[in-house]
């Protein structure tokens, strides 16, 4: 579910390109696509989302407005960083997962998990180029950062027994809160750009983001975390950046290079070495 969650996310940059190609911003694109997720939430899981509790609210809330941060805080400094940066610097909310369930859950990750996460941030400076570039740290960069810290936290608490609640009442909060965020945001600071949107080329591409990215992969990623761990789990959705380079290479949005392809070839080699079982290999070989 989480490999879908990803491949859904990496096409989903190309649906976001063409948004804000077309003059929308970052709280117009939240407001359309997050209410059409709400919707069609409530239509598919109207009976559970009628039975919604007072602690369920309170939970589903707290993480609409986590992921809510985490998207407002990426766009925002996508506007002062290049794309590169910023995808690379997102990704090391890989890195921030461990640390969190450490220092408030004193959970220590697999041995496993260290070497996959370098080898994962490997794949990652390769894919975004940073490897040939380097960075250099701007106010984009340090907002980006910030986003990160949003995603790791939101991914941790996904995991936590407290959101163990009803998934699709979960998957609503996420699109209501999402939705009336990006809304509010928009009329406050957006409303002057609204005469230079090309709606008839942006509407589109930001409903496709709200049926697909927003309800299918974020319902999925809901769903698909209440079986595996934060880390584990962090690591799989990484693998956005590494589909939304492939889609963006077969739809002539970028060529084709040695860099994407070490790079996609470390992360596969990353996700591999969290989800296989080296003792149990280990053993039966011996036997």
């Avoid at 109207?46 to 809510?68: E, P, Q, S, Y």
């Avoid at 761990?229 to 963006?248: C, R």
Wanted: charged share 10%.
């Amino acid at each position: 579910m989480l490999i879908f969650a990803a491949i859904i996310w990496g096409a989903g940059y190309l649906f976001s390109k063409q948004a804000t190609n077309a003059g929308m911003h970052a709280g117009t694109i939240n407001a359309i696509r997050g209410l059409i997720y709400a919707g069609v939430a409530y239509l598919v899981f109207h009976k559970a989302i009628n039975r919604m509790t007072l602690v369920d609210f309170r939970v589903g809330l707290t993480a609409g407005i986590i992921n809510f941060l985490g998207y407002q805080f990426q766009t925002m400094g996508l506007m002062y960083t290049t794309p590169a940066n910023n995808a690379f610097l997102t990704a090391i909310y890989v890195v921030m997962i461990p640390i969190i369930m450490f220092v408030f859950f004193h959970k220590r990750p697999e041995p496993k998990t260290y070497p996959a996460i370098i080898i994962c941030m490997v794949g990652m400076m390769f894919l975004t180029g940073i490897m040939d570039h380097g960075v250099s740290l701007h106010i984009g960069d340090l907002l980006t950062i910030i986003s990160a810290l949003f995603y790791a936290l939101q991914i941790v608490y996904f995991s936590l027994p407290a959101t163990d609640m009803n998934p699709w009442v979960l998957s609503f909060m996420l699109g209501i809160t999402q939705g009336v965020l990006g809304l509010v945001d928009s009329l406050i600071f957006e409303h002057a750009s609204y005469a230079g949107i090309d709606w008839k080329a942006g509407i589109l591409p930001v409903v496709i983001l709200g049926i697909f990215s927003s309800f299918g992969a974020q319902t999925l990623q809901v769903v698909g975390q209440r079986f595996t761990d934060a880390t584990p789990a962090g690591i799989i959705l990484m693998t956005e950046s590494m589909f939304g380079s492939i889609f963006s290479v077969v739809f002539d949005f970028e060529p084709f290079t040695a860099n994407l392809l070490i790079g996609g070839v470390l992360i596969m080699i990353a996700l591999l070495v969290m989800q296989l079982d080296f003792r149990k290999i280990w053993q039966q070989k011996r036997t």
